[in-house]
């Protein structure tokens, strides 16, 4: 699940906190580093685990529903959203389980906000929809929470403020961390039952190394970086750069001089990107003209073996 892109967001925020805090000390910042994309994947195993949440919190209201129907001897409510066969196989899931038993995880403490997403839930069209429908089956209970989750857990203030009360990394984890959900969701198959497979922390030993490998290579050779970019910015007014600018290219430079097989192209796409969400409004285009020059210097003084396209070429 931890891609580049979620290490990449990650090396450039600790990158810049390891300068900013003063410490210095590459050993506790790496440690620093790799905690902090665990509770990425603890984000991942937590939100799916809001989904049982809230299907125990339906159950609760359906409870309550059936007595009083009962009781008035009028029409027993629906079961069908309180028992969706894709959130039930969610609950029964093996490795969700035992990860969220391991990390001591659960919405118990949070019956608030599930009776809150419990009653959003119920007042929408989707839930209407779904409710009406004569379609009874799995792919559409799965389908339901598909929608649900892209409508009202994506994007979902009360639950960004929970969120980073009880993580002040989950708030920049959360935009990236959603997709994998929603991949999950898609993937998830009736037949597999409780062991269905989620996704991995890491998609491979490999990406945890390039974290590693990318982090160091950043603070261990930034004096070799930042003549670079002194060497390269004859034409620019390098002292105009805003210091996550500085933070940003020095990573840039640390993936192209570190990892062969990353394109130059994909790693200032990546980078240029970077510096759109986490510095100022002007720096993309500065930093994608930077490093670019940075890049053909490189090249041309023979320290960068990579190839490079021409300029204007597809």
Not at 13 to 39: D, H, P
Not at 49 to 72: D, N
Not at 181 to 196: A, G, H, M, P
Request: charge should be negative; avoid cysteine.
């Amino acid at each position: 699940m931890i891609n580049r892109e979620i290490i990449r967001i990650k090396v450039v925020q600790l990158t810049y906190a390891y300068y900013q805090n003063g410490n210095k000390n590459i050993e506790a910042a790496e440690k620093e580093l790799l905690f902090s994309l665990s509770k990425a994947y603890d984000l991942y195993n937590y939100l799916l685990a809001l989904i049982v949440g809230i299907t125990r919190e339906s159950r609760r209201h359906l409870e309550v529903a059936q007595s009083r129907a009962k009781r008035e001897g009028t029409e027993m409510p629906s079961q069908k959203f309180a028992y969706n066969r894709f959130a039930l196989q969610l609950e029964e899931n093996k490795m969700l389980n035992e990860f969220m038993e391991t990390k001591k995880l659960n919405w118990d403490d949070e019956p608030e906000f599930l009776k809150k997403m419990y009653l959003q839930i119920i007042d929408s069209q989707i839930y209407q929809d779904y409710m009406a429908s004569e379609e009874d089956d799995y792919d559409n209970d799965r389908e339901l929470w598909r929608k649900l989750y892209r409508t009202l857990v994506q994007d979902n203030t009360d639950l960004d403020a929970l969120l980073e009360e009880q993580s002040l990394y989950w708030n920049d984890d959360k935009e990236v961390v959603d997709t994998f959900v929603l991949k999950t969701i898609k993937r998830f198959e009736e037949k597999n039952q409780s062991k269905q497979e989620l996704l991995p922390e890491y998609n491979s030993d490999e990406d945890k190394d390039y974290a590693r490998k990318l982090f160091r290579a950043t603070i261990m050779n930034a004096d070799e970086y930042q003549h670079f970019m002194s060497e390269a910015s004859r034409n620019w007014d390098f002292s105009r750069l805003a210091y996550m600018d500085i933070v940003i290219m020095q990573i840039a430079i640390a993936e192209m001089m570190t990892f062969p097989s990353i394109p130059i192209s994909v790693t200032i796409n990546e980078f240029v990107e970077m510096a759109k969400l986490y510095s100022t409004p002007r720096s993309g285009s500065y930093i994608n003209g930077m490093l670019d020059a940075i890049a053909r210097h490189l090249i041309e003084t023979g320290r960068l073996l990579k190839h490079m396209d021409e300029k204007g070429e597809n």
